[in-house]
């Protein structure tokens, strides 16, 4: 196996151990030098120019969509909108499928551990709609009972949203049941895969997702850059969300018609370089294969549990079975606030991220304000993981006098 670290310049350039590929990875030079490329040989306005240079940057453009339908297993690239980020593919469902679906009496069910942006869309549509909003909690061990999914999933749901992983506790949620149970009451599902498709296979055809959203830059591709996943029958009927240039087919002084999916939901200068940075994002993990990913992020998780576990002063959030848990671990230093273990873990040279992590309601739920998350990708090592240690024992060095 080749020595994935080598090939992300910020992790050789520095001594930093960057243990918050939750929040963003880091990105390797092919990336780089794709984007860079793009612009040295191909960079125009795509879909507008009939000159050659536009027509090559709408192929890279759409040959970047073709990428990601297949990297997920869309029936075909059309189901694939390009967005900026999950947050704003998951605004655009709430928005156009939601508001135009859901009336009055109807629910909305999502789980207690969604990030924000699965959560506070919702919350409008809901208020807006004059619908319910229902939430389907986890047991200590930080999982969704399956009693609790057919309790919570019943008939009168019009939409199931439940994230892939958690962001905070790791949790592989069993989406591909959540999808079935919603089908089976006449829901549909809205998959958050933000923290599960950089980390392992995600096929939307096998979950049966009838949306499915992610971010570029949390696998390796970079800012500004998103997926927005739908079947194709459902895009076809919703109405635009944003308005404006390319995403219309005529525009008479009072009407306008609408051009076909995807362009329907691409209004405005398309990311062009940011779609060339995902399919380069993408190559790169094929070419490791996700399955191998999944391999290298489960040994690291694993002995970073077990070394976490280790530590009489330390509390471990979230499922302790490697194959209910992928990408993060949170944890909290007894007695110590997670913003002071993250600053003296920088001064150690060690990035973690402390706060609520965008998932209040979660924290709250746990009788929790905050904790300390390392995350993972396969750039990390046995050896960023014992730094973790070091330095959360000079943390605690540092602080115990204090701690009662
Ligand atoms: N979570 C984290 O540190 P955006 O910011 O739109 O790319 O992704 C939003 C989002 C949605 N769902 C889940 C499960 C997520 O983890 C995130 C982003 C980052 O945990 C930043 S808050």
New binding site residues.
Partial sequence: MKDIKNDFPILNKSNITYLDS??TTQKPQQVIDAMNKYYEEDNANPHRGAYKLSLRATEVYEHAREVVSKFINASMPEEIVFTR????S?NLIAYSYGLNNIQEGDKIVISIME?H??LVPWQYVSKKKNAELEYMYIDENGTIPLEEIKKKIVPGVKIVGI?Q???VLGTINPVKEIVKRAHEVGAIAVV?G??SVPHMKVDVQDIDADFLVF?G??MLAPLGI?VLYGKKELLDKMPPFLFGGDMIEYVYEQETTFAPVPAKFEAGTQNVEGAVGLEAAINYLNEIGMENVQKIEENIIKYALEELTKLDFITVYGPREIEKKAGVISFNVNGVHPHDVASVLDNNNVCI?SGN??AQPLLKYMNLESTCRASFYIYNTKEDVDKLIDALKKTHEIFKRWIQ
Avoid at 85 to 88: A, F, V
């Fill in positions: 939750g929040a980020n999950t947050s704003e998951l990030h942006s699965n994230g992983v958690s962001n958050d933000a923290q971010s830059h949390k998103g991220r992590h965008c």
